[in-house]
């Protein structure tokens, strides 16, 4: 059988091994490392498809465990499945609600069989399983499909997260064999493990027996140091497939994107950009702007001038800043554009860095310009 | 001199003398009868300039108070005004901050001079006249200006109106003289009156005979029922020049519209659309539809199946009920590009009914799809 999704590498970097390549899915192709932004609740935050695609997003996330519970996964299948109820018709990828279930749910009692919990906004008593999330995925229609995963905290004991990996690699089996629609739906496996080695190898070598058609890393971004972060990267991937993509969970800052990509990731998503918008803060290649602020209510320059997106090639900060200012929703309409696409344009000049073999020039570029080099350098 | 604003007639209706025309600014030329969307901070409530354009808004307006107040119009000025500030290149019309200083402001005094309020959104103490209302729209530079006029209420005696009536046209007179930019924006008269048909007379004799380049008909729209409206405008609009500009202030429900340019009436504008727009209520051909409702979140049909906006092509009320319900503000970005669309629309449609002199089979096609012809018909 033809697996749903594929990857086709393009290049890699000579020097850190950082790849470009191509994944393809039941509903188009979109080239590597790509952010994905994400559209938690079937809605990429005040963006339109139209404009996610004019910003170069060729694939979006959504939630299962949100859109389980409101509209529930029956109605979405009714419409016509995700992409046809949301109006995009490019690729879409789901998480497992596993991440939620861990981080949202109240009064969580986790088995074998799968975790009871208490949804917070309705009160109500949920049972998800691995079964239950792949038919949750399985009606929601998206072309890329997480397993569901255990995701515990990072800093636990060996014992305990060797447990949970354990769990993980069970659940997995359980979510492949549950799994409807393999030809059309891609279901990915999660390499958990938190920072022991021993542990990450044993997942990744469980996970590969399976044979999932692409690969993430989860557990990451939970908290641990950048520095933490990248020295578990450095001995993950070298774990997965070459002939598979490669998702890195939840990462959203430009730094760790780069950083990311050296060591073997091609996708990733995360809330990021868009949160901090609507808090009136911009990602710019000189670093963070927060342009609801003072100084910046007569300055008629872009949010970065390096930026040719449609926000910067037509409004000011001090236009977006009175529109924050004021409570008009269509000023974090507009930072919202240009962090998506600030990600997403970062990950295009990434691509080309590759091609050129230039990805650590690249990387000193951006790191300098943003100034991620300075002491106390700010997180985002 | 040359005005700043000019009107061309097209074509009067054979049987009702509703009027389609066009309107020549210094940003470009709008056909009549138009519905212009309110932008009263800078912006059209969640829509990007390019989609009104899109919609075919030829004009927009925006609110001195407001603008006065923030982002102050010396900062406005500062951007190359308006247009520039919020990246809109077509027709621009100012009101002049005297209806919301006669409806917001608290604490007011109104003496000859103008009005002394309190803000009350910042606590200070202001003042606005004839002369300081001139000065923040010449800053501001819309192609149309507003008087600053008094707005009565509805109910008030004989004696009371023609006093406010008479200081109106001193107000008008002095906005006039304080005018410091006639070529490029043209400022309007406000006839008011209330009910009275001798005050009307009075006020638009008052007005006419200062030259205007174009008129509004205030005090309308602010209690008084339907067919007082109606009797009011049927003695108003007569007074008035044929060949310049007929503005009624404060109109934005369908059966309004169309019964205004019956009455002459060529520019319309109401924060309505978008008002009920962010509550779930949309407009359509079949009436008032509360799409937020539950008895919507399995129907897969657009808001209107008359309608052919982006968004009743792209998506469904299960779809924008869902957003809405979870408050997606992508939502409320589609109801409410959606009701300015539909109210647009329906001025294009009845510009082609003035055309084939085919007015009255229009409003009655329109009146009883959309329900006003029944008892207890809803507002809007």
């Excluded at 409807?180 to 190898?201: D, S």
Aim: net charge negative; charged share 25%.
């Amino acid at each position: 059988m033809e697996p749903a999704i594929k990857y086709r590498l393009i290049h890699q970097d000579k020097y850190t091994g950082a790849r470009t390549g191509e994944i393809i899915t039941p509903h188009g192709t979109f080239p590597t490392p790509m952010f994905m932004p994400v559209g938690t609740q079937a809605s990429v935050k005040s963006i339109a498809p139209e404009e996610l695609d004019e910003m170069g997003a060729g694939i979006i996330l959504a939630n299962t465990y949100h859109l389980w519970l409101q509209p529930g996964e029956d109605l979405v299948e009714q419409a016509g499945g995700l992409h046809k109820f949301m109006n995009w018709d490019k690729g879409i990828l789901t998480d497992s609600g596993g991440f939620q279930v861990f981080s949202l749910a109240k009064h969580r009692d986790i088995k074998e069989e799968g975790v009871t919990f208490k949804d917070p906004s309705s009160g109500r008593t949920m049972f998800l399983s691995p079964e239950k999330a792949i038919q949750v995925e399985n009606a929601l229609g998206p072309d890329i499909m997480m397993s569901f995963d255990e995701c515990p905290p990072y800093f636990e004991t060996y014992d305990y997260i060797k447990k949970s990996v354990e769990r993980t690699s069970r659940w997995a089996e359980r979510g492949l064999k549950a799994h409807q629609n393999p030809t059309n739906q891609g279901l990915f496996g999660i390499v958990q493990g938190a920072g022991f080695k021993a542990l990450r190898q044993q997942s990744a070598r469980d996970l590969v027996s399976m044979d999932f058609p692409g690969y993430s890393v989860g557990g990451l971004s939970v908290g641990e140091s950048k520095e933490e972060m990248n020295r578990v990267l450095e001995f993950t991937t070298p774990l997965l497939p070459e002939n598979k993509p490669r998702y890195l969970m939840g990462v959203g800052t430009a730094d760790s994107l780069i950083d990311g990509v050296i060591r073997g990731i091609d996708m990733f998503d995360c809330v990021l950009p868009t949160r901090i918008a609507r808090n009136g803060t911009c990602m710019t290649s000189h670093g963070r702007l927060v342009v609801k602020n003072s100084q910046y209510a007569r300055d008629f320059n872009p949010l970065d001038d390096n930026c040719d997106c449609y926000v910067c090639r037509n409004y000011t900060r001090a236009y977006i800043r009175h529109l924050i200012h004021v409570n008009e929703t269509f000023g974090i309409r507009l930072t919202s554009y240009h962090n998506l696409y600030f990600l997403i344009h970062l990950m295009e000049d990434m691509r080309e860095a590759i091609k050129n073999d230039q990805v650590l020039e690249f990387r000193e570029m951006v790191f300098e310009q943003y100034g991620f080099n300075e002491e106390n350098a700010r997180n985002f």
